[in-house]
């Protein structure tokens, strides 16, 4: 059963810098579609980035030129870099990698952003 781990939240001053990971514990990350979703109180769930199985990466309007995603294939691990954070950025982070025969989930980590 493949598990994806996520880790690297937590709270942080506007302006500053979080990295998330999601940690795999089998390689699944090659040849697949993988993103970043976040999902605040009452909202919906918002793509923030994804990469595709070909490796073109895009982004939400609202985190262009902000956040970074990455993989490490040999880790079995992918990241989000997050830059230059804003309130509004305060969510629940979800990883996401798109399997053959089903999509595999992190748990969720908080994000919290203050003023």
């Known amino acids: 059963q493949v598990q994806l781990v996520e880790s690297g939240g937590g709270l942080v001053q506007a302006g500053g810098s979080l990295r998330l990971s999601c940690a795999a514990t089998?390689?699944?990350?090659?040849?697949?579609?993988i993103a970043w979703y976040r999902q605040a109180p009452q909202n919906q769930r918002e793509l923030v980035a994804s990469?595709?199985?070909?490796?073109?990466?895009d982004y939400a309007d609202s985190v262009k030129g902000r956040f970074t995603l990455s993989t490490d294939n040999a880790a079995n691990t992918m990241y989000l870099q997050m830059n230059s954070l804003k309130p509004e950025d305060t969510s629940i982070y979800y990883c996401?990698?798109?399997?053959?025969?089903?999509?595999?989930w992190g748990q969720g980590i908080q994000v919290t952003v203050s003023s």
């Open positions: 996401q990698v798109v399997g053959t025969i089903r999509d595999y």
């Open positions: 089998g390689k699944i990350f090659s040849g697949k579609a």
């Open positions: 990469m595709t199985s070909g490796g073109s990466i």
